[in-house]
Each structure stands twice: as structure tokens, then as C-alpha cells.
DNA sequence: ATGGTAGCATCGCTA
């Protein structure tokens, strides 16, 4: 079974891109995050048409969340678990796909550190490790993958010197990283790469940095220990950052053994 | 120190 996470930065402005990655890739578990669209906008039907049932959860305008599957789409979940406040904003879907409870979340950015949208993003953390105490447990198989718009540590930049109080590497953000990693998730790329510097998912559409090599690792997928053993490669699709009209964002991918 | 690009939707906001 082969998972992937993507943002793509306007599903509307990246169907075609995208339908071509899916039919070259071919996951069977698609998680998607900025898709950008309302519910009534999403094209259900062309992603039915490549053999995919899908769960959105959109806005319009901004923000927006969806799962595709080939292998079931069960007991969907949008926005938080029954008994967590529930987010004003489309960032997080929920479903059982192949049997393993997948989230797609798309993190808030947090801006910057004294913006009330940082408050926001420490707090939506927050409230995910209390979605995912609600939902399920660290002994199911449980995936979370999504743009977290946080580099877990220094080799996940550029140049940290250069972001020194900026968000993404704050020592609070990464607080609720490892409060995630305290429940039971663990990051499958650093899992399979545990020497990897320097290798991105996302790169600014500005000053050229994809091309000088200047980017983040902040689109993860984290797992429970019953995934992580099935996991056999983890990868970041760089290649689907070139060419014309990308997103900022590249593909992450997973093969789980059956 | 600033502003650079992209998407959506206006004449600014978000990233």
C-alpha cells in the first residue's frame, strides 16, 4: 500500500499536475492539504474517474483537506474528533483506508512568533494530539500526514542561523512535535533516513530558492509502530517541484507491506 | 533591510 502527502497549492490550479503525478505514482492513499476549494468545487468525479473514492473537507478561499483511496474510505472524520473543540478553519479530514486510520492536516503556518496566528497554530497542535486521544490509539495503525509547517530539527533547514526566531523551528512548535512523538507517531522519513541533511518538501516560490537549494522539511508522515514496521521506503518526490506551474510543496511517499 | 512569487480575489490576504 503506497501513501503519499501533498500540498498542493490549489487543487484548482494543480488538477492537471496532479493527475498526472497520481497516474505515474499510483498511491493507493492520497493525502492532500490547501486545496483551496469548497466542497461543492471538488472534483469528486475526475478522481473517481482514476479509480478513487475521496473524503474533502474545504472552505473555499484558502485551507481545504481531503484523502483519496483506492483501498476503502471508512468512518470519515472532519474537522477534530466528537470531543474536541472544533477548528473554525478546513485543516484536518479523517478516514480508515486499507485498515489504517489516515489523517490529511494541514497545520496553520503561525505567521510569526509575537502573531495571534502563532497562538493559533500552538494551539491547533495542541488540539490534535487531543483528536487523535479521541479517535484512536498509539497500538492501531495510524498515519498522520500532512504539511506541519514545522522543520522537526536543525538538519531539516537550510540555515537555521538564518531562521533564529523565526516559526517553523521554534523550540514551542517543536514541543508539540515531540508531544506527538510522546503519543505514539513517529516520523517515517527521519525513520528511514536517520543521517539525511538538508533534504526538503518545501521551497519558497521566491528568489529562486528550489533551485539554490534552499528549502524546509516541514510535510511529514507520521506513524504508529504497527505502520512504521510495515514501512519499506520513505522518499520526497523532488522532481514534482520542477517544471512549470509546481506547487511549493513536494510530494511525500510511503510503501507499507500488506 | 527589503522584497522577492504564487494563488485567489480584489484593489489585500495568505503563504
Known sequence: MRVVTWNVNSL???????????????????????????????????????????????????????????????????????????????RIVTATCGGV???????????????DHYQYKLGWLDRLREHLVADTGPDEPVLVGGDYNIAPDDRDVHDIEQLRGATHVSDAERDRLTALYDWGLVDLFRHHHPDAERVFSWWDYRNGDFHKGRGMRIDLLLATPSVVERSEWCVIDRNARKGKQPSDHAPVLVDLAD
Open 12 to 90: 484548482k490550479a494543480r488538477l492537471e499536475r496532479v493527475e498526472g503525478w497520481l497516474a505515474e505514482v499510483r498511491p493507493d492513499v492520497v493525502l492532500l492539504q490547501e486545496t483551496k476549494l469548497a466542497d461543492d468545487a471538488f472534483p469528486a468525479l475526475t478522481f473517481e474517474s482514476l479509480g478513487y473514492r475521496s473524503a474533502h473537507h474545504g472552505q473555499g478561499r484558502w485551507n481545504g483537506v481531503a484523502i483519496l483511496s483506492t483501498v476503502g474510505l471508512d468512518d470519515v472524520v472532519t474537522n477534530f474528533a466528537e470531543g474536541v473543540e472544533p477548528d473554525d478553519e478546513a
Open 101 to 115: 486510520r489516515v489523517s490529511s492536516v494541514y497545520v496553520p503556518n503561525g505567521r510569526a512568533l509575537d502573531d
